[in-house]
């Protein structure tokens, strides 16, 4: 049986958990688009119930690029309110983002589905440019590029 995803609609919006990978090679970030977003977002996804945040960023990783990354650390925890851009729900959204070890096997193709089924693609984008593209987190723009130490508790509300 197929654990559930941690997220649920009320009458006043969604709660969602959800991990992010930090995924970096030569400068660049790994991002995800799909065909029916105006935005780029981190690889990464939603917790199932019964797992953990690091279980659940493995499996991620593995399910948007077929690689099995290693996790560095815990870098960024994240709460997010926000109207999703889309859909204009209301979203009160926790996530943790893990900074993943590098792999030396990078070469992968995005084999998933964004959650309405749309075919996700994925971009590596320069860390020093992120200003200039539409993603999400939006802290990636600024803290990516500053010397990543610690865990950073980072809350935002749109």
Not at 20 to 27: L, M, N, P, T
Not at 90 to 119: P, W
Request: proline share 2%; charged share 30%.
């Amino acid at each position: 049986m197929e654990e559930q995803d941690l997220t649920f609609k009320t009458s006043e919006g969604i709660f969602n958990y959800r991990v992010g990978a930090i995924i970096i090679r030569d400068k660049k970030i790994l991002m995800v688009k799909n065909d029916n977003a105006p935005y780029y977002y981190s690889v990464g996804g939603r917790v199932k119930l019964n797992e953990t945040s690091e279980e659940a960023v493995v499996r991620e990783t593995f399910e948007e690029t077929g690689i099995k990354f290693q996790i560095d650390r815990l870098v960024f925890v994240h709460e997010h309110f926000f109207h999703e851009e889309m859909t204009k729900e209301r979203y009160h959204e926790i996530a943790f983002f893990y900074l993943m070890k590098e792999n030396t096997n990078m070469d992968f193709v995005c084999k998933s589905y964004g959650g309405q089924g749309e075919k996700e693609y994925l971009y590596w984008l320069p860390i020093e440019d992120l200003e200039q593209y539409h993603l999400f987190p939006e802290f990636f723009k600024i803290k990516l590029s500053g010397n990543m130490t610690g865990i950073e508790h980072i809350v935002s509300k749109e």
